[in-house]
């Protein structure tokens, strides 16, 4: 499949490139329509049989991430390899790095949330006070440090909220020991005025700068994300700089999110994305061109385009809780994605529901 001769959309003949994606999410998902609008084929690997992206991917390789032989596979009949998914296991990726276009730092310096902060901080950008936590007397030396209210999180494998706790006095103290049998970070419980994300794909001469949007969570679980931003243009520009600067002297390429606390005239590194992010959705309809059609001209080595937002938008994404609430047909302006999950469970990532007010 890799490479092959084809007749392209717009009749001319030429390389039909494969892209090899390790997961089959919603991200696989609306990668793999990016891809196939700029007449790209992609192939997925994910253990899910029944996995969103397999519906729409050109072929389809069911697998764990750890299983070298089905990477090794996925990247033999692939031009190019990206990952969808960020706890693939380093020791897997390490054979099949060299088709692994984006390179493989970023997911790294991402799956452990002490080093991403540390590496943060080293290129220049702030983050809440935090300190490594291994036993209830490094907790209670960094709650000295740091005060209440903080957060413990495990240092690896969380996600929407999973793996964290709030301290706001000494007795939760007692419960957080329990937490404590993997490494953890602790940090400052940052009373922001609301949260916002940078989402950037860098290819080796430029890095183009998603317009930034405002995030908000429910139960640690991105709820909305709104456009423009409720603060100045140069305090976005600001942010948008820093981002720039952060991905250029990690030396990253591709895609990478970055979720920030803002808060009076700061703003605060929480974490980054090596992938396209959910507060990027609203990019397919509410952009000029969208974080999934970037990342496929980035793998293609095709020009990245420069977007623009189109109007006011605002996105939704709809969970498991929330099925009653999707429309039953879009109105004007409106644009529902349902992902195809069979399984409904209350916090599980259902679809996504963006307005655009042009
Ligand atoms: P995370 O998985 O680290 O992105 O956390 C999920 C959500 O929990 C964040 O988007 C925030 O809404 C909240 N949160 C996490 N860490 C902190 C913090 N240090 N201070 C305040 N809120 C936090």
Known sequence: MKGDEGVKEDGAVGTVKTIGIIGAGQLGLMLTEAAHELDARTICLDPDPEAPAFAVSDGRIVARYDDVEALQRLADESDVVTYEFENVPSEALSRIAPKIKQGVQQLYDSQDRLTEKENACKHGLKTPK????DDEASLREAIREIGFPCVLKTRRLGYDGHGQEILRCEGCVERAVKMLDVPCILEEFVKFDFEASVILVADETQIIAFPVGQNIHKDGILDESILPLPAAPEFSERMVEASKNF???CGYLGILAIEYFVKGDEFYFNEMAPRPHNSGHWTIEGATTSQFREMVHFLLGEPLEEPRLVGPTRM???LGRDMERVPKSPAEGE????????????????????????
């Open 130 to 133: 935090f300190a490594a936590v």
């Open 335 to 358: 644009y529902i994605h349902m992902y195809g999950k069979k399984e409904v469970r209350p916090l599980r990532k259902m679809g996504h529901v963006t307005t655009v007010k042009r």
């Open 247 to 249: 991905m250029r002297e």
């Open 316 to 318: 939704w994404n709809v």
